[in-house]
Structures are given as C-alpha cells and as structure tokens.
C-alpha cells in the first residue's frame, strides 16, 4: 500500500514537470511592442482596445513572436478578442493596469485569447474588471445572462500565466474551456467576500491544467473544477475568503464528460464557506468523478472542511423533481487534512443512494471545532478510515 501510495506522489510531481518543461519550451520574447506606439493613452478613459489590438495583430504574425508590452498607467480596454493561431510565442507583459468598461455587458467575456499554442501573459501589473459597477445588475440564481469572466481561454495550449493581479471581476476571473497546458504561477486574485460568482479559477473540458502558488480571495470558489477535466495539479494555494477548491457542480447538463486525475496539495484554507469539495446536482445524468486526492491542506476556521454534497442545491428555486445523482464518485483520498473547522460536523460525505461513493479514503485527519474533536456524518459511502482521526462514523 505504502509503496503505490509514493508511487502515486513521484507520478504526480513527474507529470508536473513534463508540463511545465513543454509550457516553457514555446515562450520566447521576439519584437517588443509597446502599445502607447499603437495610440493607447494611459489615462483611464481613452478606448485603447485597437492599439492593443493593432500590437497584437503585429505580434502574432510575426515568426519569431512578440511582446505587447503595457507600461505602467491605467488603460481602458473594451471587449475584445485575442485570435491565432500564430507565428511565434506570444507574451502580454502587464505592468500597468488594464480597466474593463463599467456596467452590464452583451458579452460573456472581458478579454477572450483563442485559437493559441504558446501565450504568456506576466508581469507586476492587474486586470480590473470593475465588478462592483455591475454585480448588482445581474440575477444569475433567474438563469438569466451571467456577467462577463474577466478572462477565458478557449482551444489554447502551453500558456503561462504568471506574477500577475486580477482584481473584482463581474463573473469568473479566469474561465479555461477546451484547453491544454494552461500553467498559473504566483498569480493573485481578488475580490470581496460577498461579491457573487467571482470564481477564482474555474476550469471545464480541459487538461493538464498546473495552479501553483497562487493567492485567492474571492466571493465563490476559489478554484472550481468543471465537468470533462484530467490531470489537474494544484499546490501552494492560499484559498480565503470564498467558498473553497471545489470539483463541480456536476451533472447540471446532458452528455458531460468525466473528471479524473485531479491533485490538490499542500494548500492553505482560511474562513471559507466550504473547504475541500465535490459537488453534483441530484436527479442528474450519468458521469464520472475518479482519482482524486487532497493531500497536506492547512485550514484555519473553515465550514465544511471535507464534504461530499449528491444533493447540491445552491439556491431555493431549485428544482424539486426528485430523484438521485448518477455522478459516480469513486478512488477520492483525503489526507493530512488539519486545524480548526467553524462547524461541529467537520466531515459530511452526502453520497448518492442508488451510486455509492466507492474508494473513499480519509487518512491522518486532525481537526477540531472550539477545541474538541469534530464530528462526520456519512451516508451511501464506502468509506476508510486511516491514522489519526476523529472516529469512524457509520454509513447508512
């Protein structure tokens, strides 16, 4: 057992390092563009989205790639579009502060890069999404248009996004969708802790996805986990406030695709709603959620630290139909999971009764509500218990 298990770790760290050896192989620098050249003004005001574009265009055409170059400064950048494929690698270096246009938008994005084998985006500069302009002006719980993410990458590869800030975005910050190779680190994202739906991370239909280092205070989940996901490694995170690192929801739409091999470790969770989770709505359609592992997480007064919810329902005007999940939840290990838990039951593991959970491990579990042991509540589980922890408790 002991020996898959370190099997599993050298694995894990290896597939890491082939990614970001081939993330790194195909960003180069090529031509610097600076954008005040193209006509950008960095007062705030000035529409500089065709200068940026006009740098772009340059910059993805050329064979030996480029880099648009922001300066320090505030530049307003509407809606708009980055398209490949390209020449050559291609970097955005922020340094300044890109500012989205206030207000509702017709739009389900802020900045969109599609099409791309090789995008860096980096430097000490933020994106703003003016988010506080328009939370109030949607009502997503009304499936109704959601806002704009801030960012979404569509069918990209090998991107690096690195040392840089995004700041109260209206939806999503970062929105992965189709993509591979999509490699965070040291980035910062941040918005107020009762701003809605302003997800960290959200991935979906991607894979070989590396969050590393990362500092995330949101008003949703901090890293959100979509249905058609493989190979996820996240490590160093600090996650708080906001809702934790969550896989799901699943199991909201036909036909969607499986989860597996999805590696959190060695993170850190502070006053947030829910801790380590995975999610699906209940009745549902048939999926699969395998192979997962969260390993070495510090949380500091957190609600739910580990919880399985079948029975996910995130708002009243939930449908009342009945019925079960049919997303299998099966090989998910919790270990070295410790601190303090801001409820008494520490541990909830809602499975769905007509698919038990299978492989449900917890290992070396240290945590305590107001000095004292937690509690766990288990139904539809098959579950084992491991080292040092709280009792078993038993599924019904």
Request: glycine share 10%; charged share 15%.
């Amino acid at each position: 057992m002991a020996s898959s298990f370190f099997f599993f770790h050298f694995l894990s760290f290896f597939v890491i390092f082939l990614i970001i050896i081939k993330v790194s192989q195909v960003h180069g620098k090529g031509t610097v563009l600076n954008i005040q050249d193209f006509g950008a003004l960095p007062d705030g005001k000035t529409d500089s989205s065709q200068a940026i574009l006009k740098a772009w265009n340059q910059a993805c055409k050329s064979k030996v790639g480029g880099t648009i170059f922001i300066p320090t400064g505030t530049f307003l950048l509407n809606t708009v579009t980055f398209s490949g494929p390209c020449n050559g690698p291609t970097i955005f270096n922020v340094n300044g502060v890109l500012r989205a246009p206030t207000g509702k938008s017709r739009y389900e994005y802020w900045i969109l890069f599609q099409h791309i084998n090789g995008l860096t985006i980096n430097g000490k500069g933020s994106l703003d999404g003016q988010g506080p302009s328009a939370w109030s002006l949607y009502n997503v719980k009304a499936n109704s248009r959601h806002p704009p993410s801030s960012i979404k990458f569509n069918d990209m590869s090998n991107v690096l996004i690195q040392s840089i800030t995004s700041i109260n975005s209206k939806f999503f910050h970062y929105q992965i969708d189709g993509s591979q190779g999509i490699h965070f680190e040291d980035v910062t994202i941040t918005a107020p802790g009762d701003s809605p739906n302003t997800d960290g991370i959200h991935i979906g239909n991607s894979n070989d996805t590396i969050i590393h280092k990362a500092k995330i205070s949101t008003g949703d989940d901090c890293i959100s986990i979509g249905p058609g996901t493989s190979n996820i490694h996240i490590s160093e995170v600090y996650c708080g406030p906001g809702h934790g690192i969550s896989i799901g929801s699943l199991g909201k739409y036909q036909n969607e695709a499986d989860v597996n091999g999805v590696v959190v470790r060695n993170c850190t969770l502070v006053r947030t709603q829910n801790g380590l989770r995975i999610k699906s709505w209940a009745p549902s359609p048939p999926s699969k959620v395998f192979n997962v592992t969260f390993d070495d997480i510090d949380v500091n007064n957190v609600e739910n630290p580990v919880i399985i919810d079948q029975q996910y329902c995130p708002h009243s005007t939930c449908s009342k139909q009945g019925g079960e999940s049919q997303v299998q939840i099966s090989n998910v290990k919790f270990i070295n999971i410790r601190g303090t838990s801001a409820s008494k039951v520490g541990v909830v593991l809602n499975c769905s009764k007509s698919l038990r959970c299978q492989g449900i491990e917890i290992r070396d579990l240290d945590l305590t509500f107001n000095g004292h042991e937690i509690t766990a509540t288990c139904s539809n589980a098959n579950i084992n218990f491991y080292g040092q922890q709280i009792a078993a408790p038993i599924c019904t």
